[in-house]
Structures are given as structure tokens and as C-alpha cells.
């Protein structure tokens, strides 16, 4: 059974910085992503930035220059060092693996942008 789990989040100022880690445990098998979405209230589930098993990168636009994803070699840990955070950054952070099979998805972690 494939487990993913979120960490890192929290209440930070605007302009702060948060770092989210995620770890995902169990057979995983053809693994070719893993990455990071939000969901914020009302709104719907986004992309927020991915990684691939060979280390392609792919950023929303709203976050490009204030946030880096990267992810161990050989482990299917993911983390999201986010910068310049701004309140509408504000929502539940999930982590994602892909497979070739399926999607595993996290039970999510808030961040919370305010002053």
C-alpha cells in the first residue's frame, strides 16, 4: 500500500518563507512524477509544480521565481521551498506521485500567508 505524506506547513507572514516536505512509502511502481498542487477554499484543485523521474520541472506561473521543487535521487521524497509567499498563497498543500497506473495523493498540509 502507497502512502504520501505532507509536512511543513503553517502561519507565515507575507513575504515569509515556508519549505513543505512530502514522503511516500510502499510499492510504488513506474514512477514518473511526483509534485506539489493547492486547493484553496472555493476554489478548485491547481498545479502548483512537478518534477519528473528525470528531473524536468514544471512551474503555475503564479509561483515561477519564488518557488523550487526538487526531490531526492532514488527516493520518492518531494519538498517545496517557497519564498516571497503572498496571502493568496493561502490553502491546503498536496503532494502528489504519479505512476503509470495511478495517481497517490496526500491528505494535505495548510499554509497559511497572513499578518
Known amino acids: 500500500q502507497v502512502q504520501v505524506v505532507e509536512s511543513g506547513g503553517g502561519l507565515v507572514q507575507p513575504g515569509g518563507s515556508l519549505r513543505l516536505d512530502c514522503v511516500a512509502s510502499g510499492n510504488a511502481f513506474n514512477i514518473y512524477s511526483m509534485g506539489w498542487y493547492r486547493q484553496a477554499p472555493g476554489k478548485q484543485r491547481e498545479l502548483v509544480a512537478t518534477i519528473s523521474i528525470g528531473g524536468q520541472t514544471k512551474y503555475a506561473d503564479f509561483v515561477k521565481e519564488r518557488f523550487i521543487i526538487s526531490r531526492a535521487n532514488g527516493k520518492k521524497v518531494v519538498n517545496l521551498q517557497m519564498n516571497s509567499l503572498k496571502p493568496e498563497d493561502t490553502a491546503v498543500y498536496y503532494c502528489?506521485?504519479?505512476?503509470?497506473?495511478?495517481?497517490?495523493w496526500g491528505q494535505g498540509t495548510q499554509v497559511t500567508v497572513s499578518s
Open positions: 502528489m506521485l504519479g505512476t503509470l497506473k495511478r495517481d497517490y
